[in-house]
């Protein structure tokens, strides 16, 4: 099976369990810590694939790399899918879930580009713009950078919509070398 499919599988096994017992939302939170986690440190993931290193050592590692009070949830997951032989697909399984997650909450995640902070009102008015009736909430965030040099690039699920000033010299650019 290739990594997608047993990512997406535990993921929504894991969330069907964590909802059940009315943790997804923390679990969730943890997942997308762990997540994190696999890029601030990148060695992480050669770490679960060594097979010399014990189950019991990998379940620490990874309890230790969400930080803080563990969730019974938490710990029980971590646990299913090291013993299961699933530790290499930990970082996915955690990605996964956090789409699952958003998708089952009818969340939508935002992410705005500018090259200024943008204020309250413009922040409200793009969240009333991009939610409709079923949206229940936006997940909004918002970055400025000034290599884009204006204009901005909005980021709506997986639809990016680049109107930056550094996206147009870049097209301007290769219809000239064409």
Request: net charge neutral.
């Amino acid at each position: 099976m290739e990594v997608g499919t047993i990512s997406t599988r535990y993921a929504k096994a894991i969330y069907r369990f964590a909802a059940g017992l009315g943790e997804e939302t923390r679990l969730n939170e943890e997942m997308s810590m762990l997540s994190e986690q696999f890029v601030a440190l990148p060695g992480l993931d050669k770490v679960l694939e060594d097979p010399t290193i014990s189950s019991g050592k990998k379940i620490k590692l990874l309890a230790t790399a969400v930080g803080g009070t563990l969730s019974e949830t938490c710990k029980n997951v971590l646990r299913v899918i090291v013993e299961n032989g699933r530790a290499s697909y930990m970082q996915h399984i955690a990605l996964v879930y956090n789409l699952v997650y958003r998708k089952e909450k009818n969340i939508v995640l935002v992410k705005l580009t500018t090259v200024v902070p943008t204020t309250e009102e413009e922040k409200k008015s793009m969240v009333k713009l991009i939610s409709n009736e079923k949206t229940v909430q936006v997940d909004f965030a918002v970055k400025t950078d000034a290599e884009i040099i204006g204009g901005f690039i909005l980021e709506v699920e997986d639809l990016r919509l680049d109107a930056s000033v550094r996206n147009q010299l870049n097209e301007i650019k290769l219809e000239l070398i064409k």
